[in-house]
């Protein structure tokens, strides 16, 4: 963990005023919410919780990408979803829970920022639009987990692995310069056989499948996608 620079610092402050989580605030409020936050910036791999650690923070991702992993009674992991920048967790447990549902992994080097979760839940409760935003994305997330998790019940192998790329172009991609969605996140095939819960070899064979069809282009561990 370290420190951001001041000038770094007040770039991503005036980045977050205009993001959906605080653009409804007024300025006092927003500034009170200032006085507490937290801006830090930790290595790849670094946890920032686990699950059933104490839900205290809230965060926002200012750089990077994080990843969430949900375990089973066995300590298996049983979910995984991936958080690009600009997005703040966690949604789930608002007014309610006591502990972090999950556990949130850095798979780059990443920036937050972290607010009490007291305070930010004082804030949407008598905020309405606020709220209204808060409500809006948790419809988002509970949307795409529901296809994601019915992909993944329902589904063969090779559909998983398939389903599990559209959705880190969708998630991570951002279009180049060619006007192909590239994912610049580095994904090897042995954490994408992860995400899938399939085989290193069902993964590659895929990955070479649609090399083939054209769809995709995977190269030094990062996809590019063609027809999305």
Do not use: C
């Not at 104490?54 to 009674?73: K, P, Q, S, T």
């Not at 549902?101 to 920022?113: L, P």
């Not at 905020?127 to 329902?154: C, F, R, W, Y």
């Amino acid at each position: 963990m370290k420190m951001i620079d001041q000038r770094d610092y007040s770039t991503y402050i005036e980045k977050m005023r205009t993001e959906s989580e605080f653009a409804q605030l007024p300025s006092n409020e927003f500034d009170q919410l200032l006085a507490r936050v937290k801006v830090r910036s930790y290595p790849k791999g670094q946890i920032l919780f686990d699950q059933g650690d104490r839900r205290d923070r809230f965060y926002y991702l200012l750089d990077g990408i994080v990843r969430v992993e949900r375990f089973d009674m066995t300590g298996e992991a049983s979910f995984y979803e991936y958080v690009a920048q600009d997005h703040a967790f966690p949604y789930r447990g608002f007014f309610m829970d006591d502990d972090y549902a999950y556990s949130v992994r850095a798979m780059t080097t990443i920036v937050v920022a972290s607010f009490a979760m007291g305070q930010i839940e004082e804030l949407i409760s008598k905020n309405p639009a606020m709220m209204k935003a808060v409500l809006i994305e948790m419809g988002t997330i509970i949307s795409e987990d529901e296809d994601h998790l019915q992909h993944m019940i329902t589904s063969s192998a090779s559909d998983r692995v398939q389903y599990s790329i559209r959705l880190l172009g969708q998630k991570l991609g951002q279009v180049n310069e060619e006007g192909h969605l590239f994912v610049a996140y580095p994904v090897n095939i042995n954490e994408l056989a992860e995400i899938s819960a399939t085989t290193r070899e069902t993964a590659s064979s895929v990955i070479a499948k649609l090399q083939d069809d054209g769809v995709l282009n995977y190269s030094h561990k990062r996809m590019t996608f063609y027809h999305v």
